[in-house]
């Protein structure tokens, strides 16, 4: 390909800026971590206590809890959930003398409440949140925010009225392998984009939502008649409860729980509102269990330009029957090279050229590979990766960290409500693609469908 004036310029900035990267071609080939600092703001005085209730005290709320109480000045206060065994294992964990509840509503009238966890199964996302916040809550709510795209603006309207913070729960977008991302494509480092893919895979029951089933679940011990007040009415049914994402009623499939992800990290790193064009494949390939919605899943996006990026393609996968590894990645590839993101890494890979001064990193390597023999020889890939530092406490903390800044200096976060939705509608729409087998249009301007 062409060496252009802007990929040369972006070359020898990023050598300048990144040291001695990496010298001939076996170091091509391994390329030198290259290490990031960024100062963390990290503070806690008498003011600053933040009281927290928690809704939801399975897995992810438990998580999301522990990651909370890392941050200085946080403290657990009252805990929600609908089953008996989740409360005496929050006493347990946080302490015997936090209010506990099966009702949501006591738990945002109490006064030494300042923020929530939301980690409800999906269903009560909305209602949840408008409810914390007209109560003078702070709210951070797990992914995806909404369960249909109907409830969005609802979310949205109560977050501006409140004017407290709303973050919703796509850890991975402050990471800091999404933020050297953002930082790499500003400063044109793979030229124009024009397709990008993500992938998520799993190959364990838990993993693809098998959890385990409490031998004491029953009636008794689950306020089952709560859980389905805003759904379809059934009879108990512990699979449901327990294993919440397998049914469309109380879920939104892996669209819903792992698309959203992608699409957090990508709009993040990108500044894009959301694609206008939804399509999606798919079906229940192996976990043949009762559950209502596919382990594979495939999904297309039409991108048109948007004032950070031109217009491209997006495709995603998940996949719930991987017998190799559990995996996830985040590809961008325009003119010029690609970059592989997580979120604790990002891969940058450049385009081969046979124009010495545009071999990245080759040195007197690039040299001896000029034609001197008739046959070619084999070249490695321009590649520098970035890596986060050793103690680097993770994306998890840092998203935290944004929102109980947020709270405490009474602002707004990237992840907020407006944010959430167009991270989460499209991966809904995903699944009004895949069950309704249509193409769907959508306005990322005006969160609408066409």
């Known amino acids: 390909m062409p060496t252009t004036p802007s990929r040369r310029k972006f070359i020898r900035q990023a050598a300048f800026a990144t040291g001695t990267l990496a010298m001939g071609a076996s170091a091509a080939a391994s390329p030198v971590p290259i290490t990031l600092e960024r100062a963390r703001k990290e503070y806690f005085g008498p003011n600053d206590q933040v009281n927290l209730g928690v809704i939801g005290a399975g897995g992810m709320g438990v998580e999301d809890t522990k990651t909370a109480l890392r941050i200085p000045g946080v403290k657990v206060t009252a805990v929600c959930d609908l089953y008996d065994g989740r409360i005496e294992a929050a006493k347990d964990i946080w302490g015997k003398n ?25 269903h009560w996302h909305r209602e949840i949140s408008v409810a914390a916040m007209e109560a003078g809550k702070a709210a951070y709510c797990e992914k995806p925010m909404v369960h249909s795209i109907e409830e969005g603006p609802a979310v949205i309207a109560a977050a501006k009225k409140s004017g407290k913070t709303y973050q919703v729960g796509s850890q991975g977008l402050s990471s800091l392998g999404n933020e050297k991302a953002r930082e790499l494509f500003r400063a044109g480092a793979i030229g124009q984009l024009v397709y990008a893919e993500g992938y998520w895979a799993r190959n364990s029951p838990t993993g693809a939502w098998q959890y385990p089933i409490p031998k004491d679940a029953s009636a008794k011990t689950v306020d ?66 009762g559950r209502e919605v596919p382990d594979v899943l495939l999904g297309m996006f039409d991108y048109a330009e948007q004032p950070g990026h031109p217009a491209f393609n997006l495709s ?48 007197k390597a690039s040299e001896d590979m000029v034609s001197k023999t008739k046959r070619k020889v084999m070249m490695p890939r321009d590649q520098v990766t970035w890596s986060a530092e050793n103690g680097y406490k993770g994306a998890h903390y840092d998203h935290f960290q944004h929102f109980f800044d ?45």
């Open 316 to 363: 995603l996968r998940v996949n719930f029957v991987d017998g190799t590894s559990d995996s996830t990645y985040l590809r961008l590839v325009g003119s010029e090279g690609s970059m592989d993101v997580n979120w604790n890494d990002v891969y940058l890979r450049k385009n081969l050229s046979s124009d010495p001064m545009d071999a990245f990193s080759m040195g």
């Open 406 to 450: 947020g709270v405490r200096e009474g602002k707004s976060v990237v992840e907020d409500a407006t944010f959430g939705y167009r991270a989460a509608a499209p991966a809904l729409l995903c699944n009004d693609s895949y069950f309704e087998k249509k193409v769907v249009n959508w306005d990322p301007e005006t969160m609408k469908l066409m």
């Open 98 to 122: 936090i209010f506990t509840t099966r009702d949501y509503r006591e738990l945002l009238a109490r006064p030494d409440v300042d923020a929530v966890i939301i980690a409800t199964p999906d």
């Open 224 to 289: 089952w008649e709560r859980f389905v007040s805003n759904t379809t009415k059934r009879d108990f049914d512990p699979l449901r409860f327990f294993r919440w994402r397998n049914y469309r009623d109380y879920g939104t499939g892996v669209a819903g729980d792992l698309f959203v992800h992608l699409f957090s990290s990508s709009h993040y790193i990108l500044d894009s509102i959301g694609p206008q064009q939804i399509i999606s494949t798919g079906g229940l390939r192996y976990w043949k269990d």
